[in-house]
């Protein structure tokens, strides 16, 4: 059961080393800030301005920013880097699922990681690599423009002579343009019957005639009874020559487009500079928001924060080896008082460690509580096994896993939820083993048949209940008994524990007549802590209306019979699994011996995928249901906040952690 053991800490040092030391903090990534504004402590301090916040200020170009501009300038400047980005990685090539997935993360000192950050200026990156976007949009654009236009102009590349060159005819008045194309052609034929009109077709298209109408004279007659559309081109030459000047112009882009996109795609360092200016932006913002929950004189400054006892001592060695005797550091252990809010950090053995992610999914514990995922852990191996039992999905499963954790570099979070499904493939293999289930098929030997020993497999489903129940009490009991709550200790959780043995004591001597002295032990049990509920509840209401709230305790027998009836899912989940896998089998074998071991193997493969995918799913949930309803509820308050030290952000840039002396 194994909570961290944290301290609280308090350095005072001068305001000169402030920034220095909010870097050897976040370094170390040992130290929560505490918000010293909220704390009872530094209230009277605060309000009578013995103290305030120390400012935060920022020296961008020629221009120092101070207070809230700061990290707004930070906020803008890191999304400003994100945008960029997502802009560059649009033109690199994607590596391969696989490749990328085995890809070792990118990592660096903190040290060169500040370095980096302070020497390179993010702007100039940002611009070079937006120019070169920029540019490429741009060519982009003109191409797409010098398309069209020669897409419009193709159907008039046999026009021999320019609208410009019409206009300035003296005795004829001459028209370029279209009339749309009809079903009987109506427009077009009436249009040539004219006979004050002279009409040359240029070009016939599925939609539309390309004409030049000539008419003597100065004024041509208005041609809107035609449809008729001028053909709108303004340019010297004919289209035939723009189309060739254009068709130059758009390869000497296009090549020019290649090149800029060829130096895009190949600009992975600068994606990587971007990536890890972004990380330092990440880690400065952080520093100067951890300002605003420090106090400040004129010449010092303090700090409060948490730590790990265990990491106390290299701690002061970091700051040693920097500030020298220049910082204050005091230790002190934490009181019942900080219990609320003492940040909290699980550790537990490698094999047990996967499932604090079921705690977390609930609450991690508070700090006066025990960690309950060493409990947890064989109760949710045992009901999760049992309710997938096949050793064909408990083998695919951990093979699965296996290869994906041995030959994928997957992010943390990733890794302990597939060591997760690691562990739980072993339950899955032993309970495939004990029900004699492979793929849905019955093996040779079956210690629990599912179709003969359902009875047997109920009862064994109640008996895991029981336990889970009565160990969850036992623990709600001692947890109360260690807060000295006595009364509620017994009330809640001793009481019942000795009552449910006592109930099963009798359940036992009835069936087994030679053990008849059992239920008279069970009795005794039962009918005494049943007793003893009401008298402990009148004791501690120091009067009769105790009777009342004792009587309504003993109602939670109801309850308790209602958490055994919730672990029948247990059988009933493995028998439906088992049974689905072998319908699946069934229907396989329907198919004649060709089908069978052609598309029958197609076929087992996609049905079995999907009754593991649904078996796996009802394990993870409803085993997450028995724990936090039936175990959980017995003991278990949870709502502790997770330790959160000053630290890189980590987004892009793994850091490698090493003390200020090995830095040095």
């Known amino acids: 059961m194994a909570i961290s053991q944290m301290k609280k800490i308090s350095l005072i040092f001068s305001k000169e080393t402030l920034d220095a030391l909010l870097l050897v903090l976040q370094q170390s990534q040992v130290v929560q800030v505490r918000d010293i504004t909220q704390m009872t402590d530094w209230q009277e301090a605060f309000e009578t301005a013995q103290v305030n916040l120390p400012q935060i200020h920022w020296q961008e170009s020629d221009k120092e920013l101070t207070g809230e501009e700061v990290l707004s300038h930070l906020a803008k400047r890191q999304q400003s880097l994100e945008t960029t980005i997502g802009k560059l990685q649009h033109f690199i090539p994607k590596e391969g699922t696989l490749q990328s997935l085995r890809k070792a993360d990118f990592s660096m000192s903190f040290a060169k990681l500040e370095a980096f950050g302070r020497d390179n200026s993010a702007d100039v990156l940002i611009n070079r690599v937006n120019d070169k976007i920029k540019q490429n949009r741009n060519l982009e654009r003109r191409i797409a423009e010098h398309q069209a236009e020669i897409t419009r102009l193709m159907n008039w590349r046999s026009l021999e002579v320019t609208p410009k060159e019409l206009s300035h005819f003296d005795f004829v008045h001459a028209v370029v343009g279209t009339i749309p194309k009809t079903d009987d052609d109506a427009l077009y034929h009436n249009l040539k019957a004219n006979s004050a009109l002279e009409v040359q077709d240029v070009f016939s298209s599925e939609l539309e005639y390309g004409v030049i109408v000539f008419q003597s004279g100065k004024a041509m007659s208005s041609l809107d009874d035609y449809s008729f559309k001028s053909f709108d081109y303004d340019k010297n030459i004919l289209p035939a020559q723009a189309i060739s000047q254009m068709q130059d112009e758009v390869a000497t882009w296009t090549a020019e487009k290649l090149e800029v996109e060829g130096e895009l795609k190949v600009s992975q360092r600068e994606l990587q500079e971007l990536k890890v200016q972004t990380d330092y932006v990440l880690g400065l913002y952080a520093r100067q928001e951890a300002k605003k929950k420090l106090a400040s004189t004129k010449h010092l400054v303090a700090l409060e924060g948490w730590a790990e006892a265990e990491q106390i001592d290299r701690l002061k060695s970091d700051i040693q080896a920097q500030f020298g005797d220049g910082v204050?550091?005091?230790?002190?252990?934490?009181?019942?008082?900080?219990w609320e809010n003492v940040p909290i950090k699980l550790k537990n053995h490698p094999l047990i460690e996967p499932f604090e992610l079921v705690t977390e999914m609930y609450a991690l514990p508070k700090y006066y509580e025990k960690d309950p995922t060493p409990i947890l852990m064989p109760f949710y191996f045992t009901f999760f096994g049992m309710m997938v039992a096949d050793l064909g999905y408990g083998l695919f499963l951990f093979l699965a896993t296996f290869l994906a954790l041995k030959l994928f570099n997957l992010p943390k979070g990733t890794r302990r939820f597939l060591k997760f499904f690691n562990i739980l493939a072993v339950a899955v293999s032993l309970w495939g083993i004990v029900y004699g289930s492979f793929f849905g098929y019955t093996m040779p030997i079956v210690l629990l048949s599912t179709t003969?020993?359902?009875?047997?497999?109920?009862?064994?489903?109640?008996?895991?209940?029981?336990?889970?129940?009565?160990?969850?009490?036992?623990?709600?009991?001692?947890?109360?008994?260690?807060?000295?709550?006595?009364?509620?200790?017994?009330n809640s959780g001793f009481a019942w524990c000795l009552i449910l043995i006592g109930i099963l004591l009798i359940v036992l001597g009835a069936m087994f007549p030679h053990l008849l002295v059992l239920t008279t032990i069970g009795a005794v049990l039962a009918i005494a802590n049943a007793i003893g509920?009401?008298?402990v509840s009148i004791i501690q209401a120091k009067s009769l209306v105790g009777l009342g709230s004792g009587l309504y305790n003993l109602y939670n027998i109801s309850g308790y019979v209602g958490d055994l009836v919730s672990f029948t899912r247990l059988m009933a989940l493995g028998l439906s699994g088992a049974?689905?896998?072998?319908?699946?089998?069934?229907?396989?074998?329907?198919?004649p011996p060709v089908a069978r071991f052609t598309i029958g193997i197609v076929i087992f493969i996609l049905l079995h995928a999907i009754n593991i995918f649904l078996s796996l799913l009802s394990g993870y949930v409803h085993g997450a249901r028995l724990m936090f309803v039936e175990f959980f509820g017995k003991f278990y308050e949870g709502g502790g906040k997770p330790f959160r030290p000053l630290k890189s952000s980590e987004k892009y840039v793994k850091v490698t952690i090493k003390s200020q002396s090995e830095e040095n």
Do not use: P
């Open 579 to 591: 049974s689905i896998g072998s319908a699946f089998n069934l229907i396989v074998e329907i198919f």
């Open 533 to 535: 509920i009401v008298i």
């Open 452 to 490: 003969t020993d359902v009875m047997t497999i109920l009862l064994l489903s109640v008996a895991f209940g029981f336990v889970t129940v009565v160990v969850g009490l036992l623990l709600g009991g001692l947890q109360k008994l260690r807060l000295k709550d006595y009364a509620e200790s017994y």
């Open 328 to 338: 204050f550091i005091q230790e002190l252990d934490v009181v019942e008082d900080d």
